[in-house]
């Protein structure tokens, strides 16, 4: 097998090849044939996020992975070898994350992680939920507590903003959007968003209910806490910054509810993929091959990227 491996903090991915793994007890082997790029992995390379990861580098990062099944462990039932599936990782665990993942051609996961991917879902849309779509629903529907008529704000329109403004929509939600990026408006608007603005300030006096912070650049998580309706919840997904400077006067005196959301779990990622399998939600997404990972990371860090970047091979 094929694997971009990183060996730490500001150094480039290095190509290796390696025997193949065979799947220990409860694991299952997937032939890799879609790896979504998220923007954390460039953290972790430029060492923004690199003292946080569970599992030391070196390793091998990518944690939206789609492929079919290649070999079965010893207990694995339920399952069938060539059956088309995504590992959905989660807090506990997560392939890139707590053990090697999906830049590479084959990847190890734990049963449990898999998830049935419908012949109608692309192997490209099925990386994409297992990160843009699963965060993005868990910081709205668990964190954010969404319900059918509220009014919310979504801060961002990259991979997992405008994935999570669709979501928002599909729950009968009535969604604006903060994005200074204005090559993304048209697409918001496509998704059912009401009205694109270029800052969060933008959206005082919208009496939002809700707004998820998907940017996380410190002033965007200060500008939600000032947008939102006295009572209302901002949560917090995106770590464009690592730390911000908020208002503690408005936090209080509006008594706003500020939460924390990252990841998510399996039950997320199905619901993700149900709407995809019933034609309601297509991650945007541009495709590059095994070959041009680095690259692609490279877009990301350099930003201006519209929706996901997922490598095909």
Request: hydrophobic fraction near 45%.
């Amino acid at each position: 097998m094929e694997a971009w491996l990183f060996t730490g903090a500001h150094r480039p991915l290095e190509r290796i090849a390696r025997d193949t793994p065979r799947p220990g007890p409860g694991e299952v082997l997937l032939r890799v044939r879609a790896s979504g790029l998220c923007h954390s992995d460039v953290g972790r390379m430029d060492g923004t996020l690199t003292p946080f990861m569970p599992v030391p580098p070196p390793i091998v990062l990518g944690h939206e992975v789609a492929g079919e099944i290649a070999a079965l462990g010893d207990g694995v039932s339920g399952f069938a070898l060539g059956a088309r599936v995504v590992a959905s990782g989660s807090l506990a665990f997560c392939p890139g994350r707590h053990a090697d993942g999906g830049y590479a051609t084959h990847c190890l996961v734990p049963v449990e992680c898999l998830i049935p991917l419908p012949d109608t879902v692309s192997f490209a849309q099925g990386a994409a939920a297992t990160d843009a779509g699963q965060t993005s629903h868990t910081a709205l529907y668990k964190a954010g507590a969404l319900q059918p008529g509220m009014k919310v704000g979504i801060i961002g329109l990259g991979g997992l903003g405008m994935t999570g403004a669709r979501l928002a929509v599909l729950g009968g939600a009535q969604v604006w959007a903060a994005e200074p990026r204005r090559e993304a408006w048209a697409a918001a608007r496509a998704q059912g968003v009401t009205e694109v603005f270029a800052d969060v300030l933008d959206m005082v006096g919208l009496e939002l209910d809700l707004i998820v912070d998907f940017a996380g650049f410190g002033e965007t998580t200060a500008g939600a806490i000032r947008a939102v309706r006295v009572g209302g919840r901002v949560v917090q997904v995106g770590l464009g910054r690592t730390s911000a400077t908020i208002s503690t006067m408005e936090l209080v005196g509006k008594s706003v509810t500020l939460v924390g959301s990252g990841g998510g779990q399996r039950e997320n990622t199905a619901a993700v993929i149900a709407h995809m399998a019933r034609g309601e939600l297509t991650i945007e997404a541009s495709s590059i091959g095994f070959d041009d990972i680095p690259a692609g990371l490279a877009r990301l860090e350099a930003g201006g990227v519209v929706g996901r970047i997922v490598a095909e091979f």
